[in-house]
């Protein structure tokens, strides 16, 4: 016995890479807005806030200064003209290297400020219809309503500002925000359905709404302000990294300042014992530009010049899976995570749980069984209610056969756990078996074996039991069919491999939660969870030091959500959970958490892998340039690459520090290919690959451009 | 005929008021614009130190060089105060 699912109810179709948002992201001329940006960002207040690169600017000034005139700071060993050539050339290079970070910060930020647009352009202003205190209509600018204000939205209007539906009912074109162009049935009173969003479109009949939020402050305004990076902070590791940046560059400083004097010392010592003249070299390795080039050479350029635009990229990798992020802390949160705590049903299961079955007990046929399932749901209008009525019609009963004229309608409550009709004096009534039992020996009823038989029948197949009893008198059990999302197993073993424990929460008995939880693959499960449960169970995740997300959609979630490190809210949940939340997803899959701790791995590893690339540079671009500018000193034999000359070798670990940079973007914007392994297994890959790679990469470089230089 | 000149006196003391001003004025100024001052102070301490960087190069470098050397010192200085301050509050960074 089969019933259709409910149309009330969305979910994103298609499979998830095939689904794209739906404003149109228009990334023509992003690279000539780049272009033109990474001039703007040449501005000293704009460089100041990252260190690396302010001192390569730095550099680049001073080496300005002493093309133009290259005895600014002392007497020069070489002729005028080819100091100058040298000086101009190193300038040249160091300027393409703010040039090119200040590019791959400008090319990641253009891709949110595209999609920023994207957005722009679906929030536009409207006329809307205000209803006054005295019920009157008047025609107002959107931009002109409050929060609490009511207007009247009709077939074809666009929805003037975030808001609750209080009255009407109505399906929604939500494609401008989702992407997903099945139109979404709005309602009041259910804690999903009532909330709609300004800027989409009503495409039937009428809707009366409360006003949620004041001009600026919707719900696409914080998208926009987001996904731009208007309200971008450093997260917790990029501090960390800009004061390891910082350490190394200051250690730099202080080595190459310190150079001059030793050098010097060392010219003077061997003009006395090897003769006049001899230390000239020595000297000649000391002046400025060769000093800043050997600074900008061993300082973590790559990973400085990239460090932003990764940050902006996991951005934008989690924008690009219709998830808002309301800090990048979060993305971060979600690379870090150790504990998964996933509700049942529609995260691991279908979610659409259907009335498959009605399985009478005492006596009880299925007809008479299907009468007083039809009469406890006929104010129930969730899909479980829905499908329930449906099932009963399809056995034959009507509401005719009720004569349910007066009947009032018993709201289902986390603490009575049923629901129910009243009318005619008699009590109908479902829920959970344990409920119903309750409520039956209240009223003076018994409660037959043949029950507790029908309830682990339905539990021992993963279905959800819902008692069912008209007064004192149990008339069975109806099978609630709910089915395992496919592939989730496989994911939920990656994630065990990665060492991120998962955790299901239902509102099912003990017998259903294990049989999911088997089928499923995860680690633990509660059942018979109730709201507070799920604030409690990441309380006791966080107080042995994990990191815990979740999803929800309900007000009842908004605490757990906030608890939680990584808070994960549908976009049909309500406004309460997506404040509470610090991420939203616009699809309401709540499956996609999986995915959001994959991306956040992701964004983590791609940090360490170039970090780990740019300190491995540092060995090559060192034997490329100590040791033939201070060959004197017979270091010559370190000249490993065998490089041709000083000015070759400085010039080369230049060109080859400048075009790194822009060479890397591609993978930093697109991060490092995510494998599904643990922290130790990943250390060795890094190392392994960025590394050793990072080590032997620029000897090759450095090298090629060396033989294609004309530099003797 | 008689001419009147202005009292010297009160000629000094319009003069001296305008040059208060003015003088205020940039104090102020200094006081809102960060950069400014600091190279002013640079320069000003340069006038100590490039002496010392020319006594102490013998007669290998100019004058000009060892003020340009000097100030390039107290650059590079700067340069370290402002990495240590990158280190201790990263976040404004």
Known sequence: MKTDSSPSLRSPSGPRDARKHTPKVDRSGLYQRAIRESFVKLDPRIVVRNPVMFVVWLGTLVTLLVTINPSLFGPIQESIGKQRLLNGIITLVLFFTVLFANFAEAVAEGRGKAQADALR?????????????????????????????????????????????????????????TGESAPVLKQPGTDIASSVTGGTRLLSDELTLRITSDPGQGFIDRMIALVEGAERSKTPNEIALTVLLAVLTLVFLIVVATVPSIAHYIAGFLDTALGPDVGNTFRSGS???????????????????????????????????????????????????????????????????????????NGHTVESMAKVCLAASLFDETPEG???????QSLGATLDDLGANGAEGIEFSARTRMSGTDFNGQEYRKGAVDAIKGFVRSRGGQVSPALDQAYEGVSRLGGTPLGVCKDNDIYGVIYLKDIVKPGLKERFDQLRRMGVKTIMLTGDNRITASVIAREAGVDDFIAEATPEDKIDVIRREQSQGKLVAMTGDGTNDAPALAQANVGLAMNSGTQAAKEAANMVDLDSDPTKLI???????????????????????????????????FAAAGIGALNIMGLRSAQSAIVSALIYNALIIPALIPLALKGVQFRPLTADQLLQRNILIYGVGGVIAPFIAIKLIDMILPLA | MKINHPKPTLFLTQSTSQTLETVAEIWSEGRRQKLPRYLFLALCFNLVVAPMVYAASGSELSRPQAWALGLLGLGTVALAIYLFFVMFVPERF
Not at chain 1, 386 to 392: F, Y
Not at chain 1, 597 to 614: C, E, N, P, Y
Request: net charge negative; with cysteine; charged share 20%.
């Open chain 1, 121 to 177: 352009s679906t929030r536009s202003d409207t006329v809307a219809r205000k209803i006054l205190p005295d019920g009157s209509i008047q025609e107002v600018n959107s931009t002109e309503l409050r929060r609490g204000d009511q207007v009247r939205v009709v077939a074809g209007d666009m929805i003037p500002a975030d808001g609750e539906v209080i009255q009407g009912l109505g399906s929604v074109d939500e494609s401008a925000i």
């Open chain 1, 386 to 392: 829905r499908s329930i009525v449906q099932l009963a």
């Open chain 1, 595 to 629: 995915d959001l701790v994959t991306i956040g791995k992701q964004l983590l590893i791609t940090r360490g892998a170039l970090t780990t690339f740019s300190v491995a540079n540092d060995i090559a671009k060192y034997f490329a340039i100590i040791p033939t500018i």
């Open chain 1, 287 to 361: 002046s400025i530009a060769i000093l800043i080039s050997l600074l900008v050479a061993l300082i973590p350029t790559t990973i400085g010049g990239l460090l932003s635009a990764i940050g902006i990229a996991g951005m934008d990798r989690v924008a690009q899976f219709n998830v808002i992020a309301t800090s990048g802390r979060a993305v971060e949160a979600c690379g870090d995570v150790n504990t998964l705590v996933l509700d049942k049903t529609g995260t691991i299961t279908l979610g659409n749980r259907l009335a498959d079955e009605f399985i009478p007990v």
